[in-house]
């Protein structure tokens, strides 16, 4: 058993790992593809090509539309049929470029086999410049593009590089599964960061429920020639992959309120990510897929996958490949069921960061009747950050704003914990995070002036 | 479909939940108590209960016309709680004056459940304490289920100190007073009973221990130093750990989730106030026992340590 | 008699001698110097604190108003036209009129019209609601029915209506403090000049979705389609992003756009009578004919 994780709070939802057995399955394409130009963290991407324009597997078809943002690739081959605003998972609009699939045809100059490539590029300058032109962002779910975190700002120097496998959702198993049949690339595309990082120490943290990842790491280490990599069981406990709780535990420091994780010298990065790294740099090949795992508690056992999907599929095409909405599903979600956000609009189109369909029944996510907040403290016991969620409340329904940032309000990071805990079923995070956007606002504003 | 914010999934954990393992905890030193104290106590229990449980329904519905609240289980526990804080002999109609203090001044006044200052079962009965001394110390042990003649009558082993002083006292606490202590309120026959319930909380993670283990630890070394200072005029530590509620109080009546701090510092210092002012009564009030009054002064203080006491902040100093 | 009694009464009278003289004195010198129009001015207001007029209470408007050279930037929307003559014979300024202004709620996609596609279950807030997605039917403009208008409202003049899901404006209670206006996170309330005995004319949606995608989503949604600009004869009307928009100050309240609105989303209020569809039509119709008759003659000559 392994003890090492965060210090303070978390919760221990039941795992339910569910599809934990079942290989990546590839999608077969569908006749037509949307892509999202809001598929990263930042500004949204700009649309290089026209209605009409003939465009083929991984050619670029927008580019960044800021410092924060990342170039976007044709996820097939076929012809642009429009460019226009279309309905995301929240149903909100948000420009897509509509490609009528034609077939697969690759552009030139990308390694389509599967031999691994384990020589690491000298130049740390080359590795930037190809993560960056492929397009990779962060997989783990906030999608921040990952060039710019790999490049820290100057005067600031990073000392250990933490390759996020813990997983910590529930349900979720398309981290798992790549860990275990892409468990090289994964590696080499962790050498490969720790190149561009300066030869830092480099951990890969697992959660301890997921003990054939870890074997099939350990191997896969002894097996390569990189220095500096090792594998570290983690205790199961969520959020015990949220960035901040990661760095507690691999590293015991603290991340200060409103401070980046390379200011304690750490750089988190998803194993996902690493792969995309892996196929940036060693292949060429941009980042136009993705695993996601449709599951869920009302998903009989032989209906749950683990899918190879391109960028652009509409969730309900994976839906109906997947054999439709099960009986019973009376929420659908996107991410896991502690951080996801609801699917208002399964007609929206997956996106880099899509990493699951997941059906939950009525009985398991419909939210108890809310009454009197008991004063049993079980949110503040939880919050991985050492708030207090029933004062916040209370202050944000009075609406006392100094308050709240005395109380460290933006220093929440949304997991969830306060509200799965509470026995009074009060909407706390709802409320919370509210609370956050307001207070970020002061925050913001009053920096501005300075 | 539903739409809603993250998270998707909830702790199968519920106030109802909650108060029901409460129950559950209360139900060895309940059990005990009907064993020893007979027909007399299980009537003064459903009395209890059941006024507690009509009188916040009624509140509910014809005072303040909200839903009402006893479906979270609630009013049982302070039911149970009052009737295991009385003696065994209180008259009934007692028992129903006491429940009509708990339930609507000491929890209904204040917004229901979650709201009040005082923990509502303490405040019944020491309204009854104050106005009824003579029910409230009438330490007859009426006809049980369990032959008791080994038992005393008129009055509890903290009601004999004077009696007897200090050294006299001492000897009567013994090992078997940990599980079977008669004299006293119907709730503390036994020790061992109310300790078996406490572990059941802990073990479900309904409450944590600090709260409970401070006042024992406070308790047990004020006793110490005055008793070795002078054992003819202070009993000793055990001798007060075993008499006079100290166990049922900190067990169930300190923990109670609203009337105690929120953090694991401030519930320390809480139980050492209750200590504290539980043997400065004991030693130099006029009341034998004092456990109630303890847990209510410092119920008060519970604002003031919520401000002053907080968790560690991650990335803070 | 009995000294105790003596001393008693000599020590309390002695204290509180001493303790009076310890409160004149102070409040002798900490006594703040105020205008006294100030305190004038806030006895004529009605005292709400509701911030309708952009100052923090009724002592931060009238502090301000004192201070200011004119009224240009001072109105109490709460007392209107009444109060601010009472304020601008006290400070000796012009009086600077304004029309009365009313809350006006710009979405009439009720329960009936839009269908349901999803069902929320979070917290009862418009803002927490809006944060998330777009809402619970296909129209990502409308209500979301929360109400926390209602809850911004410190006159109790809006409510929910059960039957449409939409909230409804008491105009009688209603002042114009513009709350609700900042609590709607979909901007769906307006203040609008209250009207000529209460009559006026608005779009009452915000759909700006292209018109088969706003019609799907709600069958009282303005669809774009431009019929009313063409119809109005007042230049009141303008198209912007798929959806109409009224100048209060031009519209001449004629109701011809109101009657031809193919899916209903212009409202009249408070006129006497009924719309009167198919007369409007053939007045319009007939017009219509005599202009493309005059046209013809113009081309004949």
């Given at each position: 058993m392994s003890k090492i994780t965060f210090a303070i709070g978390g919760v221990h939802p039941d795992d339910a790992k569910l599809s934990r057995g079942c290989a990546i399955e590839v999608l077969p394409l569908p006749e037509t593809l949307y892509v999202s130009m809001a598929q990263h963290l930042g500004a949204p991407a700009k649309p290089i090509v026209a209605v009409g324009d003939k465009v083929r597997t991984g050619q670029v078809i927008a580019e960044p539309g800021g410092f924060i943002s990342a170039f976007v690739h044709s996820p097939a081959s076929g012809t642009v049929k429009s460019i226009s605003p279309r309905k995301d998972l929240a149903g909100n609009n948000v420009t897509h470029i509509e490609i009528a699939v034609e077939g697969d045809e690759w552009v030139d100059g990308v390694d389509l086999s599967n031999t691994l490539v384990t020589d690491i590029p000298d130049d740390r300058q080359f590795i930037l410049d190809r993560i960056k032109a492929c397009g990779v962002v962060g997989l783990g779910g906030a999608t921040f593009p990952t060039h710019v975190k790999l490049n820290p700002a100057p005067g600031s120097k990073a000392e250990c590089l933490i390759l996020n496998g813990a997983e910590c959702e529930p349900y979720l198993t398309s981290d798992f599964r790549i860990m275990l049949e892409r468990t090289k690339e994964i590696i080499v595309g962790a050498a490969l960061m720790q190149k561009v990082l300066g030869d830092v120490r480099t951990v890969i943290g697992i959660?301890?429920?997921?003990?054939?990842?870890?074997?099939?790491?350990?191997?896969?280490?002894?097996?390569?020639?990189?220095?500096?990599?090792?594998?570290?069981?983690?205790?199961?406990?969520?959020?015990?992959?949220?960035?901040?709780?990661?760095?507690?535990?691999?590293?015991?420091?603290?991340?200060?309120?409103g401070g980046l994780p390379i200011s304690v010298g750490a750089v988190v990065q998803n194993v996902a990510t690493s792969l995309a790294v892996y196929e940036a740099v060693q292949k060429n090949k941009p980042l136009i897929t993705n695993v996601l795992t449709v599951t869920g508690n009302c998903l009989p056992t032989e209906r749950q996958h683990n899918y190879l999907f391109r960028i652009g599929m509409p969730l309900s095409y994976i839906i109906s490949v997947a054999g439709g909405v099960p009986e019973g599903a009376a929420k659908l979600v996107s991410g896991g069921p502690m951080m996801g956000r609801a699917i208002a609009n399964p007609d929206a189109a997956t996106v880099k960061g899509s990493s699951s369909i997941l059906y939950l029944s009525e009985s398991s996510t419909r939210r108890g009747t809310e009454s009197m907040c008991i004063r049993c403290g079980r949110c503040a016991q939880a919050c991985p950050m050492g708030l207090e969620p029933f004062l916040l409340r209370r202050l944000y329904a009075a609406g006392d704003l100094a308050a709240l940032e005395a109380n460290a309000v933006q220093d929440c990071i949304e997991c969830g914990c306060c509200l799965y805990s509470c026995p009074a079923y009060i909407p706390l995070l709802d409320h919370i995070r509210q609370a956050k956007v307001q207070v970020m606002g002061v925050i913001r504003a009053r920096n501005a002036k300075k | 479909m539903i739409v809603s914010p993250n998270p998707h999934i909830h702790a199968s954990v519920s106030t109802r939940s909650l108060m029901l393992d409460v129950i559950i905890a209360l139900c060895p030193a309940v059990i005990v108590s009907f064993l020893y104290y007979g027909l007399s106590e299980?009537?003064?229990?459903?009395?209890?209960?059941?006024?507690?449980?009509?009188?916040?329904?009624?509140?509910?519905?014809?005072?303040?016309?909200?839903?009402?609240?006893?479906?979270?289980?609630?009013?049982?526990?302070?039911?149970?709680?009052?009737?295991?804080?009385?003696?065994?002999?209180?008259?009934?109609?007692?028992?129903?004056?006491?429940?009509?203090?708990?339930?609507?001044?000491?929890?209904?006044?204040?917004?229901?459940?979650?709201?009040?200052?005082?923990?509502?079962?303490?405040?019944?009965?020491?309204?009854?304490?104050?106005?009824?001394?003579?029910?409230?110390?009438?330490?007859?042990?009426?006809?049980?289920?369990?032959?008791?003649?080994?038992?005393?009558?008129?009055?509890?082993?903290?009601?004999?100190?004077?009696?007897?002083?200090?050294?006299?006292?001492?000897?009567?606490?013994?090992?078997?007073?940990?599980?079977?202590?008669?004299?006293?309120?119907?709730?503390?026959?036994?020790?061992?009973?109310?300790?078996?319930?406490?572990?059941?909380?802990?073990?479900?993670?309904?409450?944590?221990?600090?709260?409970?283990?401070?006042?024992?630890?406070?308790?047990?070394?004020?006793?110490?130093?005055?008793?070795?200072?002078?054992?003819?005029?202070?009993?000793?530590?055990?001798?007060?750990?075993?008499?006079?509620?100290?166990?049922?109080?900190?067990?169930?009546?300190?923990?109670?989730?609203?009337?105690?701090?929120?953090?694991?510092?401030?519930?320390v210092i809480y139980g050492f106030g209750i200590g504290f002012i539980v043997m400065m009564i004991r030693y130099f009030g006029s009341y034998p026992e004092g456990m109630s009054f303890a847990i209510l002064l410092m119920n008060m203080a519970v604002p003031l340590i919520d401000m002053k006491f907080h968790q560690r902040k991650y990335g803070r100093k | 008699m009995n000294p105790i009694l003596i001393w008693t009464v000599v020590i309390l009278a002695g204290l509180g001698l001493v303790l009076a003289l310890v409160l004149f004195f102070i409040a002798e010198r900490f006594k703040v110097e105020e205008d006294p129009r100030i305190e004038q001015i806030e006895k004529t207001l009605p005292g709400a604190n509701c911030g309708g007029c952009g100052y923090a209470g009724c002592h931060a408007f009238a502090d301000s108003a004192v201070k200011a050279s004119d009224l240009s930037a001072h109105f109490c929307p709460v007392g209107g036209n009444d109060v601010m003559k009472k304020v601008s014979a006290i400070l000796g300024y012009a009086m600077v009129e304004k029309a009365p202004q009313?809350?006006?709620?710009?979405?009439?996609?009720?329960?009936?019209?839009?269908?349901?596609?999803?069902?929320?279950?979070?917290?009862?807030?418009?803002?927490?609601?809006?944060?998330?997605?777009?809402?619970?039917?296909?129209?990502?403009?409308?209500?979301?029915g929360c109400g926390d208008c209602v809850r911004a409202c410190e006159f109790g003049a809006l409510s929910m209506d059960p039957a449409t899901g939409l909230p409804v404006v008491d105009q009688e209670k209603c002042v114009a403090c513009g709350k609700c206006v900042?609590?709607?996170?979909?901007?769906?309330?307006?203040?609008?000049?209250?009207?000529?005995?209460?009559?006026?004319?608005?779009?009452?949606?915000?759909?700006?979705?292209?018109?088969?995608?706003?019609?799907?989503?709600?069958?009282?949604?303005?669809?774009?389609?431009?019929?009313?600009?063409?119809?109005?004869?007042?230049?009141?009307?303008?198209?912007?992003?798929?959806?109409?928009?009224?100048?209060?100050?031009?519209?001449?309240?004629?109701?011809?756009?109101?009657?031809?609105?193919p899916t209903g989303a212009i409202h009249g209020v408070n006129f006497p009578k009924p719309l009167d569809k198919a007369g409007i039509k053939e007045r319009i119709a007939k017009r219509n004919a005599q202009a493309v008759a005059d046209k013809k003659e113009v081309n004949n000559e």
């Open positions: 959660e301890e429920n997921k003990p054939e990842a870890i074997e099939a790491m350990r191997k896969a280490l002894a097996e390569l020639p990189y220095k500096g990599i090792e594998v570290l069981p983690l205790k199961k406990k969520y959020p015990q992959g949220g960035e901040k709780q990661l760095i507690q535990a691999v590293m015991h420091r603290e991340v200060a309120s | 299980i009537a003064i229990m459903a009395v209890s209960v059941a006024s507690c449980v009509v009188l916040e329904w009624a509140i509910t519905k014809y005072m303040l016309k909200r839903p009402s609240t006893t479906g979270d289980l609630s009013a049982i526990v302070t039911g149970i709680l009052l009737a295991m804080n009385l003696p065994p002999t209180c008259p009934l109609w007692v028992v129903f004056i006491g429940a009509l203090v708990a339930i609507a001044v000491a929890k209904m006044t204040f917004g229901g459940i979650g709201q009040n200052i005082f923990n509502p079962a303490i405040t019944g009965r020491v309204f009854l304490l104050v106005s009824f001394p003579t029910f409230m110390t009438d330490w007859t042990v009426p006809a049980g289920f369990i032959s008791n003649v080994d038992a005393f009558s008129g009055a509890t082993l903290l009601g004999q100190v004077p009696v007897l002083g200090a050294l006299e006292a001492d000897k009567l606490v013994g090992l078997q007073t940990f599980f079977r202590n008669i004299g006293g309120s119907a709730g503390e026959i036994s020790a061992l009973a109310l300790l078996v319930g406490w572990v059941y909380l802990l073990v479900r993670k309904v409450i944590k221990p600090w709260i409970t283990l401070s006042i024992f630890a406070t308790v047990a070394v004020i006793a110490a130093v005055f008793h070795l200072c002078d054992p003819a005029q202070f009993t000793g530590p055990l001798f007060n750990l075993l008499t006079g509620g100290v166990i049922l109080g900190a067990c169930f009546m300190a923990t109670d989730y609203v009337t105690s701090p929120m953090s694991t510092w401030g519930g | 009313i809350a006006v709620v710009r979405c009439n996609g009720t329960c009936a019209v839009r269908p349901r596609i999803n069902d929320y279950d979070g917290a009862e807030s418009c803002r927490v609601k809006a944060a998330l997605y777009s809402g619970d039917t296909g129209c990502a403009f409308g209500c979301l900042k609590a709607c996170p979909k901007t769906l309330i307006e203040l609008r000049a209250k009207g000529p005995r209460g009559m006026r004319e608005f779009v009452s949606c915000r759909n700006t979705d292209k018109g088969p995608a706003a019609k799907k989503a709600c069958a009282n949604a303005c669809i774009g389609c431009g019929i009313c600009v063409k119809t109005c004869t007042h230049d009141a009307i303008t198209l912007e992003n798929n959806l109409a928009y009224i100048d209060f100050a031009k519209c001449k309240l004629c109701r011809e756009c109101e009657a031809m609105c």
